[in-house]
């Protein structure tokens, strides 16, 4: 027979809790004292224990301390009296599993019993040897952050309190949210996830809380909302920063009360949620700026989890990369030749910055796999862009590019992360346009890295320039884009005079009219050479007023 212990100072409510107890089979010891309170924890082995927070000769919160660090075991619930929500989420914070607010609503306590025997359960199961590994094959991983994520993970299934977890996009905060859920007491309930920017702000009420049958047009039938449906279970808020302000508001009430109200209803219905939200903004300079409000942001920030992102634990990387390629080889029918990652591949993927994160290196594999000859993965079926820790020993299908040494005049072929860069070859001299065939297909990952270089490309002076303001392209490989065309001003007293719009449109001004003068004027080979499309290139030819000289150099240039 299960045996819990009881501290209150009431006698009268301590009594009404030994009744309840007791019919459901459940030994109990009553203290009314800090005191005998933990007298009682050192003589007796408890499955749970019920305290109030305010006690004659100490408090609820001495009483969560002495259990997390004596007996971590032993799940432990707070009562509170209305009005002590901050206590009650400080006991979360300290080990609490639970709380329940006075005055005490018996079909409530007997829940949250039953939840904390659940967990004492729970807490066996997972101590047994024979259990097996609950993040196997679902968080993958040999790296420090990962064994400390997984440890606060097992913690945190113990609990019932609110949990936000924060990261980049891409670091799977949803599958570190469905593993709190399988192992936690609420297992065996719903898991509801849900996207919180998906929903249309209009219908966010009734997805979350449902609606009566008639409540406002369209209502043909009752529905549940997603906290009836994650009853007993979790509901996963992912991007919550999402939320409208007004949605906000009545989730907090929710929360708080742990009740809601379907659209169309005049009664309250009760509901046990354990709650987990997400998102990969900055939640706490939203609440500064008024875009998500203080109160909601401490009611869902009980326990607060920082995912790594991909780049902080690179050891994973591989790990990662062989479990998604027997993945996608399985789902695709491709089991009957074992794919692999060659030497050079491997190399990339471990350099590679991951912008992305663990979606990003699946989407990268996906698409290896697709255009791999047979079951070997190369470097180049990776289409990774280059840098400056990485770039391939095969350099024959770049073009010649002239050395660059590093003088104030000249930009150096580099990376604000790498002080010294690899120097490559000089890019060939530009072809007229009426004969040049552009190709971008591999200088565009050269691109996609960030790299400058200074092409040769000798432009010639229009009619009201003079040989020595003839224009010399600073361009990313594979075309001009948004070259910097005119030194900028090196210190503060050398800003423009005429404001930065004007600026920024007298350099995109003289970049058009350069690529236009190297095409002899032909605006489709004009926007190829700036990456752009003929039809953006004709709008801001327009809008800048470059004369297209459109009665001799017609649209036929299209073709």
């Known amino acids: 027979m299960s045996l819990a212990l009881i501290i209150d100072d009431e006698v009268d409510l301590c009594r009404l809790m030994q009744m309840t107890l007791k019919k459901m089979g459940i030994e109990t010891k009553v203290a009314y004292d800090y005191a005998t309170g933990i007298s009682h924890l050192q003589a007796y082995s408890f499955d749970f224990c019920l305290t109030d927070l305010k006690l004659p000769d100490g408090t609820g ?23 002590s929500m901050d206590l009650a989420i400080e006991a979360l914070k300290l080990g609490a599993f639970d709380f329940v607010n006075k005055p005490l609503e018996l079909s409530r306590l007997r829940q949250l019993v039953e939840n904390a025997l659940k967990v004492a359960e729970n807490t066996n199961n997972l101590n047994c040897k024979e259990v097996y590994d609950p993040f196997s094959n679902r968080l993958i991983g040999k790296s420090e952050a990962i064994a400390q994520l997984k440890t606060t993970i097992q913690k ?22 469905k593993l709190i859920h399988d192992l936690s007491p609420r297992c065996s309930a719903n898991f509801v996830p849900v996207n919180c920017g998906a929903i249309p702000s209009e219908l966010m009420e009734s997805e979350f809380f449902g609606h009566k049958k008639g409540s406002f047009t369209g209502a043909t039938a009752d529905k549940e909302g997603l906290f009836q449906q994650a009853n007993g279970g979790t509901l996963f808020l992912d991007e919550v920063a999402d939320l409208p302000i007004s949605m906000q508001v009545k989730l907090l009430r929710a929360i708080q009360e742990k009740k809601i109200r379907p659209i169309g209803s005049i009664q309250e219905i009760a509901v046990d949620v354990r709650l987990l939200s997400a998102t990969h903004k900055n939640l ?17 920030n009980v326990i607060e989890v920082k ?24 789902d695709w029918g491709l089991s009957s030749q074992p794919l692999t ?9 471990t350099n590679h910055h991951f912008a992305g994160n663990v979606r990003e290196l699946r989407n990268i594999l996906e698409r290896a796999i697709t255009l791999a000859d047979d079951n070997v993965i190369e470097a180049h079926h990776l289409n990774l862009p280059l840098s400056a820790a990485n770039v ?8 010649e590019i002239h050395e660059i040494i590093e003088t104030p005049n000249h930009p150096v072929l580099s990376t604000l992360s790498q002080p010294s860069a690899p120097k490559v070859a000089p890019l060939a001299e530009a072809k007229s346009a009426s004969n040049s065939a552009i190709n971008t297909s591999y200088s565009s990952n050269l ?3 960030g790299y400058k270089v200074k092409p040769n490309i000798q432009l010639a002076p229009t009619p009201t320039q003079s040989t020595h303001e003839a224009l ?22 050398q800003l423009p005079e005429e404001g930065l719009e004007e600026y920024l449109m007298n350099q995109e001004r003289k970049v058009i009219i350069a690529a236009l003068n190297c095409s002899g004027w032909n605006r489709t080979q004009a926007a190829k050479l700036l990456n752009t499309t003929f039809r953006s290139l004709r709008y801001r030819m327009k809008k800048l007023g470059i004369d297209s000289d459109s009665d001799i150099h017609s649209d036929s240039d299209e073709d």
């Open 307 to 330: 995912l790594p992102s991909l780049n902080e634990r690179r050891d994973d990387i591989l790990l990662l990369a062989n479990h998604f390629i027997a993945l996608i080889a399985d």
């Open 472 to 493: 010399t392209l600073d361009a990313p490989i594979g075309g001009i884009n948004a070259p910097n065309l005119a030194q900028p001003p090196a210190e503060e007293s």
């Open 156 to 177: 945190l299934a113990r609990s019932q309190a609110p949990v936000f977890l924060w990261g980049e996009s891409g670091t799977g905060k949803e599958v570190v949210a």
């Open 447 to 449: 691109f996609a890295s």
């Open 284 to 300: 706490a300079k939203l609440v500064e700026t008024g875009e998500f409000r203080q109160d909601l942001y401490y009611r869902i």
């Open 392 to 399: 391939p020993h095969d350099t024959h299908n770049i073009h």
């Open 341 to 349: 990652l060659s030497n050079e591949a491997a190399v990339q993927l």
């Open 61 to 83: 919160l001495d009483i969560v301390k002495f259990i997390s660090k004596n007996y971590a075991k032993t799940p432990v619930a707070v009562i509170t009296a209305h009005g």
